[in-house]
C-alpha cells in the first residue's frame, strides 16, 4: 500500500496547487490513499465544510487537522457530517470522538490519529506521548496492524522523541504544523518518519503568511489582520510504502515542488 500524505495546506494559493498537481501525483506515484493536514485550508486557520467536500471531490480520502481545527466556528455545525475528518486528540476544543479513523486497504487494518504537541501550542490539553497512551488504551479493541499519527507540534526533538518511544505501535510518525519540511525523513525502528512534511502554499510568504504583513505584526509591533500571502505555491508532502505481507513501512520518501521561478 502507498499512502501520499499532503503538508499543512495553507489559503487558497495551498488549495489551488493541491487541486492542480493531484491527479498526475496520484498517478506518477501510484498512491492508493491520499491523506492531507487541512487545518490552514481556509485562509490560513481552519477549514470550512465547503473547502472540506471540495478536497473529497478532489480526491483526498482523510483530512487531519491541528490547532486550528476549531478556527472556523461553522466546523462544530458540520462535525458529524465529516466522517473523514480526523481532529486532534489532545485540542483542548475537541468534543467529538472523531480523534481517530479505522482504515482498511488490502488486507492492511491501520488506525490513523491526530495528535498535538504541547511545546509552544496553547490549544494542547497534554503532551503528545500522554495523549497517544491514551489513544492506544482507547481504540485497543481495534487491534489495528499499526497506528499512522500526525503529530503536529512545534518542536524538533518532541517529534523524533515521539517516533522513537512508540514505533512498535505508530508505524508511521509525520510531523506537521512548523510548515517547513525537514530532510530527515527515515525509517527508524520500523516507523517510517519525517520531523515536518512541510506545506502546500505561497512560496514567497512566511510560512504562508504575508511577508509584509508579518513584518509589521513582529518588528514594527502594528496590529493587523491575519493575511495569507498569494502567488505561485509550493507543494510539500512524503510518500509512505507499507509492506503489503509484513504491515511495517518499507521506504518513506519527500516530495517538494516549488513554482518553476524557484527551482534550480
Ligand atoms: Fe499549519
Ligand atoms: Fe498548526
Do not use: W
Request: charged share 25%; aromatic share 10%.
Amino acid at each position: 500500500m502507498r499512502i501520499l500524505f499532503i503538508g499543512d495546506i495553507v489559503g487558497k494559493s495551498g488549495r489551488d496547487i493541491v487541486s492542480s498537481l493531484l491527479y498526475s501525483l496520484k498517478e506518477r506515484y501510484k498512491a492508493d490513499l491520499i491523506i492531507a493536514n487541512g487545518e490552514n485550508a481556509a485562509h490560513g486557520k481552519g477549514i470550512t465544510y465547503k473547502i472540506y467536500k471540495q478536497f473529497l471531490a478532489q480526491g483526498i480520502d482523510y483530512i487531519t487537522m491541528g490547532n486550528h481545527t476549531y478556527s472556523k466556528a461553522e466546523i462544530n455545525d458540520h462535525m458529524a457530517e465529516m466522517d473523514k475528518l480526523v481532529v486532534p486528540y489532545n485540542h483542548i476544543k475537541r468534543s467529538s470522538d472523531n480523534y481517530y479513523k479505522l482504515i482498511e486497504f488490502g488486507g492492511i487494518r491501520f488506525i490513523l490519529t491526530n495528535i498535538l504537541g504541547n511545546i509552544l501550542i496553547g490549544e494542547s490539553s497534554m503532551d503528545a506521548p500522554s495523549a497517544f497512551i491514551e489513544v492506544l488504551e482507547q481504540t485497543k479493541n481495534l487491534k489495528p496492524d499499526f497506528y499512522f499519527v500526525d503529530l503536529h507540534a512545534e518542536t524538533t526533538a518532541e517529534k523524533r522523541l515521539f517516533a522513537e518511544y512508540f514505533c512498535d505501535y505508530a508505524k508511521v510518525v509525520i510531523g506537521t504544523h512548523t510548515h517547513v519540511q525537514t530532510a530527515d525523513e527515515a525509517i527508524i525502528n520500523g516507523c517510517a518518519f519525517i520531523t515536518d512534511s512541510g506545506m502546500c502554499g505561497a512560496y514567497d510568504s512566511i510560512i504562508g503568511r504575508d511577508v509584509d504583513e508579518t513584518i509589521q505584526f513582529h518588528i514594527n509591533k502594528q496590529p493587523t489582520r491575519y493575511t495569507i500571502a498569494e502567488g505561485p505555491a509550493i507543494f510539500c508532502g512524503v510518500l509512505i510504502d507499507i509492506d503489503d505481507k509484513t504491515k511495517t513501512p518499507v521506504s518513506i520518501e519527500r516530495i517538494q515542488i516549488r513554482p518553476k521561478e524557484n527551482q534550480d
